[in-house]
């Protein structure tokens, strides 16, 4: 359970908010998927990095307490939030089961999704 907040300046996508219910005590992989229903998996945005196996939509890890709950504040370069090459308003971002080690394709180890929400646009 969480809710994530997007907002855009100087060329980078600022991700903020609170998310629970995460297994205590882990890393957890969170990516922007090309789809806002999480269906498509192996749809990520490509190629935005020198490094031709790592995926636009993948954003890195979040670590969760002792709780299960992470507190989420990330900025990525290159994304846009309604406007450019990688807009990502109508898309979804999931969270995985276990840690993307950023390296392997597809997922990277990460595993299932274990959270799921479409990313859409507030008047706020």
């Not at 890195?60 to 504040?73: A, E, L, P």
């Not at 995985?96 to 859409?120: E, L």
């Amino acid at each position: 359970v969480g809710r994530l907040k997007f907002s855009e300046a100087f060329g980078k996508v600022k991700v903020e908010g609170n998310v629970s219910g995460l297994k205590a005590g882990l890393q957890h992989g969170i990516s922007i998927y090309e789809f806002g229903d999480c269906s498509n998996p192996g749809a990520r945005y490509k190629g935005m990095d020198k490094d031709p196996i790592k995926a636009m939509g993948r954003l890195g890890n979040i670590s969760s307490n002792k709780s299960g709950r992470s507190k989420v504040m990330m900025e990525i370069e290159g994304l846009s939030i309604n406007t450019g090459q990688y807009p990502i308003v109508g898309r979804s971002i999931a969270i995985h089961q276990h840690k993307d080690d950023m390296v392997s394709r597809g997922h990277g180890g990460a595993g299932k999704i274990i959270a799921c929400g479409v990313i859409g646009a507030s008047a706020k």
